[in-house]
């Protein structure tokens, strides 16, 4: 099974930039369609961006125009650059297969202070 660890999270004020990071201990390119995920406090979990293998991408409204998703292949790494970024932004971060998830990470704590 994959593995996925992400990584890149931080405390921000609210206008800034992050990116986050997630390493797949396999093949990425196994993995069809990559999906970012945000846990706010006290609120379901959330998908917030994918990436298909081809490249295809699709965003949550609430990010779309400040969050960009990519993936390398070649470093079975899939990224997610957050600019604009507002305190609602706030929350643990987590990267997954979106049709087939494997076992969840530690996910990466991305906090936006007003």
């Known amino acids: 099974q994959v593995q996925l660890v992400e990584s890149g999270g931080g405390l921000v004020q609210a206008g800034g930039s992050l990116r986050l990071s997630c390493v797949a201990s396999g093949s990425l390119f196994s993995i069809d369609t990559v999906g970012w995920y945000r846990q706010a406090p006290g609120k379901q979990r959330e998908l917030v961006a994918r990436?298909?293998?081809?490249?295809?991408?699709n965003y949550a409204d609430s990010v779309n125009g400040r969050f960009t998703i990519s993936r390398n292949n070649a470093k079975n790494t899939v990224y997610l650059e957050m600019n604009s970024l507002k305190p609602e932004d706030t929350g643990v971060y987590y990267c997954n297969a979106v049709y087939r998830p494997f076992s969840w990470g530690q996910g990466t704590q991305v906090t936006v202070s007003s």
């Open positions: 990436i298909s293998r081809g490249g295809s991408r």
